[in-house]
């Protein structure tokens, strides 16, 4: 395996932790392998290993260990945590999608907070100068435009650039059965696209980290020291429910299985329930009133989406809150169809693909990682050519993946 000074040793879990928001599944909820245990879970298979160190932390309210946040569980062990650093939502996860996140001091721990979704994304070599060992722990979906892979570029090429090691905590992907969508053309490379990889890559973050370092993704080629807490009791095919939910907008099961197929919506002039309870489980737009008897009406939610597209609007579309995610996890692909069928049911075409209608939206091209999608959409392409022009990037991709996986 192509990966410079990787150390893999055996480890354990963590959480989103936010109990103001109900970010806790109740037990009953939760879909994992009782056999299965996560690299934060395995405490003792690291505490020694930490022992004596300066260590920086990237946690969420995901980082949780016995049901408290990971800081809180290791300061409490005699861990020495010098600094954490915040992704996209923040440390304690009270920051909406996208809002700017500033340096701070946790109130409870007194430990400076260094934010990753700021005014730079990337620790700066002031900001590791007291640290001897990073510790990265963020629970993934699975997704291509999920931000915390960009995150853990950035704490990566950081980490190689001033000599630290890296250690991952590694937790399940809950799509880790599912590799599909176009590989992502580097031209269209953002936040939300940093790797020529597919809208749903099938990799845990500690298989992911081996990938950049292998494939040389990093500046200069630099490689990053890892150390590795593997999963005990994982498989690729598992199905699993994180027990906390891993951001304020994918705040249910079913929106984390539905975020690879309906995420491209965010390029375009349809709501994904934003501004809802259950974002990432609707779609809907004001001009489909009409066309579909299913309606939602955005409104600001302080800490998910203040000023959501179509804000006390009602949008008309689809509920997909019942929809059989089995269906998704059998045929292992993204679902086009929903995409396909409401560019044709939208009165006014012109529009569907302007992102620049809303704020709130994203480049639907850096979404789907290809000028071709929005071209084949227009054009009518049936989703049988679409899936053809993915290839054969697609099964290169899946074929250089096969290198890197630490799970049958």
Known sequence: MKIALLSILMIAPILWHNPSKAQIRPDQEAVASSQLLTGADQ?????PYLKGKRIGMVVNPSSLIAGKTSVDSLNTL???????FGPEH???GNASNGAHVDDSTDPKTGIPVVSLYGKSGKPAAKDLTEIDLMIYDLQDVGARYYTYLATLHRVMEACGENNKELLILDRPNPNGYMVDGPVLDMKLKSGIGFHP????????????????NGQGWMAGGIKCKLKIIPMTGY???????????PSPNLNTQQSILLYPSICLFEGTIISQGRGTDYPFTVLGNPDLNGKYTFAFTPRSIPGMSESPLF???ECYGLDLRNYDTKKLIRSKRINLSWLLDLY???????RFFDF???KQMGNFDKLAGTTALKEQIIAGKTEKEIRASWEPGLSEFKKMRKQYLLYP
């Open 356 to 358: 620049r209608q809303s």
């Open 311 to 313: 804000i006390n609007q």
């Open 90 to 92: 923040g440390f304690r």
């Open 43 to 47: 405490t003792t298979r690291y505490l």
């Open 197 to 212: 990889v597919p809208i749903a890559h099938g990799m845990t973050v500690a298989e992911y980290a081996q990938m950049i």
């Open 344 to 350: 044709k049911a939208y009165p006014y075409k012109e």
């Open 235 to 245: 498989d690729h095919e598992m199905p699993y429910s994180p027990p906390v939910y």
């Open 78 to 84: 005699g861990v020495n945590i010098v600094k954490i």
